[in-house]
């Protein structure tokens, strides 16, 4: 988030980087209260439709903000600009997560 933060001063000042860090903050903040809509499958928006491993995701704004979602908690895995290759990050993070399962054996 702080990237994000960084690249929309500079590009729209610090009032625009405030709204829109506090749009994104809301939505996580909906979605961890249960409030619709509801973060969706990341299979939907991967091109093969591979599993996701529970990975989910909701739009907000320019970004994919990816999510796992537990019966205890919500995390926030990462936020994606929707100009990125958001199926090679979106598999790189489930490639990720696999070698840390892995090691955490």
């Not at 988030?1 to 994104?24: C, K």
């Not at 704004?61 to 990050?89: A, N």
Request: aromatic share 6%; charged share 35%; net charge positive.
């Amino acid at each position: 988030m702080r990237e994000i933060a960084h690249w929309t001063v500079e590009q729209f000042g610090r009032v625009q980087a405030r709204a829109y860090r506090d749009r994104l903050i809301r939505r996580i903040e909906a979605l961890a209260a249960g409030e619709l809509p509801h973060a969706r499958p990341c299979e939907a928006i991967l091109a093969d439709k591979r599993a996701a491993k529970g990975l989910c995701y909701i739009r907000e704004g320019s970004h994919y903000i990816i999510l796992r979602e537990t019966p205890d908690s919500l995390d926030v895995v990462d936020f994606i600009h929707d100009r990125r290759d958001l199926d090679r990050i979106v598999q790189q993070l489930l490639a990720d997560e696999t070698t840390n399962l892995r090691h955490r054996r």
